[in-house]
Nanobody, 125 residues
Framework: QLQIHESGGGTVQAGGSLRLSCAAS????????MAWFRQTPGKEREVITV????????YYADSVKGRFTVSRDNAKNTVHLEMNSLKPEDTAVYYC??????????????????WGQGTQVTVSS
């Protein structure tokens, strides 16, 4: 499993931007797809983007498509989430996660076994 730590959350006005970072440690980071999830109180954790181990294939939820961009740097064991045109409904705790197997590209939350502690993003109207 990877050890994961997110950073970069904060409070921003609607229409603004934030950049989240995810630092991972452990073996074979470059063999893992990585995902960002978000969760609000009373709701299930939602997958918003997945990037494959090479960084050349991505998935975006419809709710963030065209506004969020995921990228990774395998040399630095990091994943970034650039969030633009933020809306109040983007307010959530954002989590970075890795699946339980290498070279597994999935949007199913139960397949993810390594999670960060989460970082709060608040978008004010």
């Amino acid at each position: 499993q990877l050890q994961i730590h997110e950073s970069g959350g904060g409070t921003v006005q609607a229409g603004g931007s934030l950049r989240l970072s995810c630092a991972a440690s452990g073996l074979s980071f470059s063999e893992y797809a990585m995902a960002w999830f978000r969760q609000t109180p009373g709701k299930e954790r939602e997958v918003i983007t997945v990037i494959n181990w090479l960084g050349d294939n991505t998935y975006y939820a419809d709710s963030v498509k065209g506004r969020f961009t995921v990228s990774r740097d395998n040399a630095k064991n990091t994943v970034h989430l650039e969030m633009n045109s933020l809306k109040p409904e983007d307010t959530a705790v954002y989590y970075c996660a890795a699946p339980g197997s290498t070279r597994l590209f999935t949007i199913i939350p139960d397949r993810y076994q390594s999670w960060g502690q989460g970082t709060q993003v608040t978008v004010s109207s």
